[in-house]
């Protein structure tokens, strides 16, 4: 049997973590004779141990602060994301009917350049978010095979529309 308990030092008085072994000591017919104990100070260790379970209840602690901070910023900036965004989509639909074909496409054209800088900025988000349930271990990977050619098609497709650029970019390979 083992097992850890605390005692006074008997010089300095100070409580002292001991780990006992007892042991029974039994006779050729097994009858119990003895019973042998042996001590040790293991003060040093319980204190370690004791500081590593104090760090960890921080660390989770911590975690669980980042995970809400997380959380709510993520909420937080949504909120306004989808007012800039809606209000982006009606500035777009009253520039249509604007008369001037010059001025109609210097405002669409920057109405596009908001939109896209907000489906970036969402695409950030979630992408912080994904890595948050990734840490929390929230995320479950299945593995399944891939079109490559098709995969940096619409990788290459989506990066060339992110950028506005005029023409697609294609992959040869």
Do not use: C, W
């Not at 909420?75 to 809606?86: A, G, N, Y």
């Amino acid at each position: 049997v083992r097992y850890t308990v605390t005692h006074p030092h008997k010089q300095t008085k100070m409580m002292v973590y001991l780990e006992v072994y007892r042991k029974p000591l039994k006779d050729e017919q097994g009858k119990l004779y003895a019973i042998m104990t042996v001590t040790r100070d293991v003060t040093e260790r319980e204190q370690i141990l004791e500081r590593l379970i104090e760090s960890y209840e921080k660390e989770k602690e911590l975690n669980t602060l980042k995970s809400r901070f997380i959380s709510m910023t993520s909420h937080e900036l949504r909120t306004p994301m989808s007012t800039i965004s809606s209000s982006n989509e009606l500035l777009g639909f009253y520039l249509e009917e604007i008369p001037d074909p010059v001025l109609r496409e210097k405002g669409l054209m920057h109405v596009k350049r908001i939109g896209v800088q907000v489906n970036r900025l969402s695409g950030v988000i979630n992408d912080v978010m994904i890595l948050e349930k990734n840490a929390e271990g929230k995320i479950k990977v299945v593995l399944k095979p891939l079109e490559l050619v098709a995969f940096f098609e619409r990788f290459a497709r989506d990066f060339s529309n992110e950028f506005l650029t005029e023409k697609p970019l294609r992959v040869l390979l």
